[in-house]
């Protein structure tokens, strides 16, 4: 309970904060600004209310470009996590290219692959999955190095074969490694779907955020990013609960 | 004869087949002459004889550091000698030695995602048998070693103790002549380790294998072994061996309290520090 209630409760306070500084026109006041323009949370939530099904659509976009990228980025991931480990000389050909794909700025690359492959679903999938595959691959490759080199001499001396010290040791030994991994993954997937829709796209939280901007509608940007932000939350409650499913060990 | 039972087709029930044999009667003599090894420039063994008889059971002794697990690690086949040959049942190559040596390291590492009976079966299930099947052999060893009835218990759920015993029934359930225990109790409390040393004694009496067995417990190695070795610092050369006076009497304190394994350890000890030095 008490993880629940003090995350609430400190929310509840920032809100309350915020709700009487918007109201007052203090905010606006200090920034010199027209009140329309800094929305209260009780403006926003009527927003929320008003455009709930124009949301809900544009979730509904979003929220599987960031499934769909994610599931790539822990499909790929781990298909390098594991390539890396197995073959040395996966690891030292492929690690420096890998940190150095994560300096590519996904503002820079992302108009390109809209030209590459237009305004559908397929760009934005692939740009989450860029910038979630990372924390992926290094988790669940740190998590296959934790192994305890005892445990491997002494599944040698049991017989084990490289397969097989791979299933019954280092992938259960890499497992909790690449949760962390995968949750880092879940709550920097809005960041690059945002960005990604903002390169080229017709529908999506990312898109609505964008065209607010323009018309300067403040209260429906902070309840699509409050959207956003639920999303986030919820596949990050999946994530843990897929977790805590799996590594039954702890 | 174990291969004959482990590839015969199955059928129906995997828990009603007999579970295959565990002792391999296999001769698992060890032979090492002149062994050396060396961490690059560090040299950690030193022109090394020793001879194991099959079923014998030898105690290495050293000081902390002397290279008494590389030692062990080397007759397993884990590693490669740098210099002069090693022999189990007769066969050289790192690969032969690796299939004739079950070893058993200091911590007990069991896998925390098994159960205790999985843990026991690891070899089994690595050796292509069958689930069923292999829990079914491991079963007989928990009620013939006192863990019936824990079987299904995760690895956290035990005492240290009967970690330990899993982990040695591992070992024993791999079917292989030679046993390799680097200081299979050295995490366990006095009184519990007394109790194992009973315990292994009484494993060994049922069921001989070739043991060479790494321990700083000088005590420990002249009541479970036939012969000690005692090995200098580093770079390890033996300094002295030992003939143990009574081997593995079914009452410990009563076999440590007798005069000739007083002698016995004061002899060990006397060479210990000389070998330190």
């Known amino acids: ?250 | 004869m174990r291969q004959d039972t482990r590839i015969k087709p199955q059928t129906g029930k995997s828990q009603t087949v007999d579970p295959p044999p565990l002792a391999d009667t296999t001769a698992g003599g060890i032979l090492l002459r002149g062994v050396g090894h060396s961490y690059g420039e560090l040299r950690t063994l030193d022109f090394l004889d020793l001879a194991v008889d099959a079923h014998g059971v030898v105690g290495l002794v050293g000081p902390s550091g002397c290279g008494k697990s590389t030692l062990l690690e080397l007759i397993c086949g884990l590693r490669e000698q740098s210099s002069g040959t090693i022999e189990v049942g007769g066969h050289a190559a790192a690969a032969e030695r690796l299939a004739r040596c079950a070893f058993m390291p200091q911590r007990d590492l069991l896998l925390p995602w098994y159960s205790a009976i999985d843990n026991a079966a690891l070899a089994l299930r690595n050796q292509g048998i069958r689930r069923g099947q292999a829990r079914a052999a491991a079963a007989e060893l928990f009620d013939r070693f006192g863990l019936g009835g824990f079987e299904d218990s995760r690895p956290t759920e035990l005492s240290g103790g009967m970690r330990q015993r899993v982990a040695f029934l591992r070992t024993l359930v791999a079917g292989k002549p030679v046993l390799a225990l680097d200081e299979p109790f050295a995490a366990l409390d006095a009184i519990t380790r007394a109790e194992m040393q009973e315990w292994l004694a009484a494993a060994l009496r049922t069921d001989p294998r070739t043991v060479v067995l790494v321990t700083h417990d000088v005590e420990e190695a002249l009541y479970l072994c036939d012969r000690v070795a005692v090995l200098s610092a580093r770079p390890a050369r033996i300094v002295a061996e030992l003939s143990v006076p009574m081997r593995r009497a079914e009452d410990r304190d009563e076999a440590v309290t007798d005069a000739g394994f007083v002698a016995a350890r004061e002899e060990a000890l006397h060479a210990l520090r000389e070998g330190s030095r």
């Open chain 1, 1 to 250: 309970m008490r993880r629940v209630l003090l995350p609430a409760a400190l929310l509840a306070a920032l809100i309350g904060l915020w709700q009487i500084a918007a109201s007052t026109g203090a905010i606006a006041e200090a920034l010199s600004l027209e009140d329309f323009l800094v929305p209260s949370p009780a403006e926003i939530a009527q927003s929320l209310w008003e455009n709930r099904s124009l949301l809900a659509e544009n979730a509904w976009v979003t929220l599987r470009e960031m499934v769909f990228g994610i599931l790539s980025a822990v499909v790929v991931g781990i298909g390098f996590a594991v390539a890396m480990h197995r073959w040395r000389v996966v690891r030292d050909a492929s690690y420096p290219l890998i940190v150095a794909s994560q300096t590519i700025p996904i503002v820079v690359i992302s108009p390109i692959l809209v030209v590459w492959f237009g305004y559908g679903l397929p760009p934005k999938v692939f740009i989450i999955a860029l910038v979630c595959f990372f924390p992926i691959t290094v988790a669940a490759l740190d998590g296959l190095r934790s192994v305890d080199p005892e445990a491997v001499k002494m599944m040698r001396s049991l017989d084990a074969s490289r397969w097989q010290r791979f299933w019954r040791v280092e992938a259960p030994t890499a497992l909790p490694h690449l949760f962390t991994g995968i949750k880092i993954a879940v709550v920097i997937a809005p960041i690059g779907a945002v960005f990604a829709e903002w390169a080229g796209s017709s529908a999506g939280l990312g898109h609505l955020i964008q065209s607010d901007t323009a018309n300067f509608d403040v209260a429906r940007q902070f309840a699509t990013v409050a959207v956003l932000s639920a999303m986030a939350l919820i596949l990050m409650g999946l994530a843990t609960l897929a977790e805590r499913r799996v590594i039954r060990w702890r």
